[in-house]
Each structure stands twice: as C-alpha cells, then as structure tokens.
C-alpha cells in the first residue's frame, strides 16, 4: 500500500484544519496506535501511521460532513486512494458507507474509538497514564456506559467481531499500542503547545 504522503505533510494538513488541541492529541495517538499494530503485523508502519494520524482530519470543521470531505482535503496532499479509503472506512455505518476491507483499515475502525476510552480511563488514574493500566480496570470502565459516555461501545465491539478478535484481545493490545506512543504523543503535545 502506497500512501503518496510523507509525514510532514501529513501533520501540516491536520494542523490546517483542526485547532483543538483534543483533536490533534487524539490523532497523534491513533497514529501510533496505528504504528505498532503495523509493526506487530509485518505491515508498513509508515502508512498505518498515516492513516492513523488522519482518519479525522475532517472533524473538527465539518463534523456533519465527517469522512465525506475527507477525501477533498486529502487531494490538497495528493493522498493515494488507498490512504482516502483507509481513512474513511473508519466510520462505517456511522458516517460513512465505506467499508473496512483490510486488515489494517478493521483496526483503525476498531481501536479508534477504543483509544479515546482508554484516554479518558487513563486520566482517572493517579498515574494519568496508560503504562499501569490493566484489561481488568478497562473492562469495567467499558461496562459502565456513563463513563467516556461519547465513545460508542457498540463500534468497539463491532470492530473486535470484524478482525475476529475478543473482546480482551482488542483491550490488551489497544493498551500496549497506547503505551507504545504516549511518551511520544506527549512529547508532541508540548512541543504544539
């Protein structure tokens, strides 16, 4: 898979349309999520990371319009195909009618919303961090559907049926992914500040 892209104008794309600093931390993390699923799979990391980093490029401004304008902006840095498509098959059934074909593509959709559960549970810890955190704590976080109420348990859940995986599969890895990135992410966060 080609991405046609490099990272700088990668970020230089997201940073033109998202301002908010929750939207590019997010990005940032499921960039690196994305990165060490690639690695884990013999897969190219560069373009898992890429589409990662902007499967929301589109959000911030035009959220009504969430991975329809996507591939407008993605022309702006000649995206390949496979990157647009990567990038808007992650809101299948929700936004969008692309569907996940690849290995790669069912994993941004699956662990996308899933990486903003395990932000917000990570935040709840003493720690703030993700490194201490278990399965166990994730679990019954999932369960309590008041808790990060705005990430969809249903479309975790999906995501985990369509790559064939349980439930404490896609939590554990999603974990370590996180744990993977966070120095990195946080590193970037201030380095934007």
Not at 104 to 117: P, Q, R, S, W, Y
Not at 128 to 133: E, G, Q, T
Request: hydrophobic share 40%; charged share 30%.
């Amino acid at each position: 898979m080609n991405a046609n892209v490099t990272r700088e104008e990668a970020l230089g794309l997201l940073k033109k349309y998202n301002q908010e600093s929750f939207h590019i931390q997010h990005s940032l993390t499921v960039e690196g999520v994305m990165r060490w699923f690639a690695k884990e799979n013999g897969e190219d990391e560069e373009f898992w990371g890429l589409a990662g980093l902007l499967h929301d490029v589109d959000f911030e401004k035009y959220p009504d319009e969430h991975c329809q304008k996507a591939p407008e902006l993605l022309a702006e840095i000649n995206a390949s195909p496979e990157l647009v498509h990567a990038i808007c098959s992650h809101a299948y059934g929700i936004c969008s009618d692309v569907e996940p074909e690849h290995l790669m593509e069912k994993i941004l959709f699956a662990t996308d919303e899933l990486t903003g559960l395990i932000g917000a549970a990570a935040l709840m810890r003493p720690s703030k961090s993700v490194m201490d955190m278990e399965v166990k704590s994730l679990k019954k976080k999932f369960k309590d559907k008041r808790f990060a109420a705005g990430c969809s348990r249903d479309v975790i859940e999906k995501g985990a049926e369509m790559l064939g995986w349980d439930m404490n599969d896609l939590f554990e890895k999603s974990i370590l992914a996180m744990r993977s990135c966070e120095e990195s992410v946080n590193q970037q966060m201030a380095e934007l500040g």
